[in-house]
């Protein structure tokens, strides 16, 4: 699979995803949609859904339910598209969603694989494939990145790290749509900084490829460590994403954070 093949899997699927064509995300114009989570989406993406924002480097694509339309499309004709993703620009949209009872919830960076750059990464320790059979007993906090316990069937392959029969280190691909899986990767404190992480990363990769599958990546802008395994792993920035939802469910999110 090539890296542009790759791409065009990932904007057919962000079409998917916000109700959008896939060629809209090559246009130099932005472009506005009704927002429609299509039967393909994400398994992850639940409405609802505001306003869902994502931009692969050319434009803006903003899908939105009719209550904030005009509002969006005001926004994103207000700025350069890049500048649609960042603060203080954001404040502008975010402080008119909340007059209507929504606001700015969550946005991410997400990366796809160079084919040509991924890396054959030596490791101290021995690694191990990983199938959905053998992550029965490794839904635990230190392993929260890799795997999912809400949803656990879509777990599907995994590359583990061992330093003699304990595992130190996972990363786990979660098949969150039909064409695209997604990787996430944890190392236990004691045994980070020594590469493992990429490591892992790298070689999970290549079995997704393996496989016919797009491997993709995501992380916070903050998240330099995270960011710093990806570029590592062969990975670099492929699109980026930004979604408003209702100021209630902001706020259930934010009370789940305060508990945990």
């Not at 207000?78 to 606001?103: I, K, M, S, V």
């Not at 999970?204 to 599958?213: Q, S, T, V």
């Not at 408003?244 to 902001?250: E, L, R, T, W």
Request: with cysteine; hydrophobic share 40%.
């Amino acid at each position: 699979m090539t890296n542009a093949e790759m791409l065009q899997i990932a904007m057919a699927q962000s079409a998917e995803d916000m109700g959008c064509q896939s060629e809209d995300f090559q246009k130099s114009v932005n472009v506005t949609v009704p927002f429609r989570l299509g039967q393909k989406a994400r398994k992850y993406l639940k409405e609802p859904i505001t306003c869902h924002m994502v931009s692969y480097g050319n434009n803006v694509v903003a899908s939105s339910t009719d209550e904030v339309a005009e509002l969006v499309a005001a926004y994103i004709a207000r700025y350069e598209f890049y500048h649609c993703f960042e603060t203080p620009n954001l404040h502008w949209l975010n402080d008119r969603l909340a007059q209507r009872g929504h606001q700015v919830c969550f946005m991410a960076e997400y990366y796809l694989p160079d084919v040509d750059k991924i890396p054959n990464l030596p490791c101290a320790y021995q690694t191990r494939l990983l199938t959905q059979e053998d992550f029965g007993g490794l839904y635990l906090p230190e392993w929260h990145n890799a795997l999912c316990e809400d949803r656990k069937e879509l777990d599907v392959l995994g590359i583990g790290a061992y330093d003699g029969d304990t595992l130190v280190g996972l990363a786990g691909c979660s098949a969150d749509c039909e064409d695209m899986w997604q990787i996430g990767v944890d190392v236990l404190p004691a045994y980070r900084r020594q590469g493992i992480a990429s490591v892992l990363t790298s070689q999970l990769a290549k079995e997704i490829l393996a496989r016919e599958k797009v491997p993709f990546y995501c992380s916070a802008w903050s998240n330099i460590r995270s960011v710093r395994n990806a570029v590592k792993s062969g990975f670099i920035p492929a699109w980026v994403e930004m979604t408003s939802k209702p100021s209630a469910v902001v706020d259930e999110l934010n009370n789940q954070k305060k508990d945990g």
